[in-house]
Nanobody, 115 residues
């Protein structure tokens, strides 16, 4: 059973920045994919950013140029650096990972962007 634990959420004003962290109970090398999804009230969960084991990344169009996904293999941690935050970025952010063709998710962390 792979466990993922997010942290770093909070409240920020528009234009501000936050960095989310996701610590994984397994070695990151054993996960073929890791990423971040988000779900806003009344909306479906959507992919925000992903990174595969080879290091390639992909982003939702709505966050390109503002968000950056990265990983620290030594710490078994994946990060989501979020800049130029907008009110529409308000959501619960979930960290996910694929291990042996099974997907695992964290509990989520709330991000609120409001003036």
């Amino acid at each position: 059973q792979v466990q993922l634990a997010e942290s770093g959420g909070g409240s920020v004003q528009p234009g501000g920045s936050l960095r989310l962290s996701c610590v994984v109970s397994e070695s990151i090398f054993s996960l073929s994919w890791m990423g971040w999804y988000r779900q806003a009230p009344g909306k479906q969960r959507e992919m925000v950013a992903g990174i595969v084991s080879g290091g390639s990344t992909n982003y939702a169009d709505s966050v390109k140029g503002r968000f950056t996904i990265s990983r620290d293999n030594a710490k078994n941690t994946v990060y989501l650096q979020m800049s130029s935050l907008k009110p529409e970025d308000t959501a619960v952010y979930y960290c996910g990972g694929r291990y042996w063709n099974n997907d695992y998710w964290g509990q989520g962390t709330q991000v609120t962007v409001s003036s």
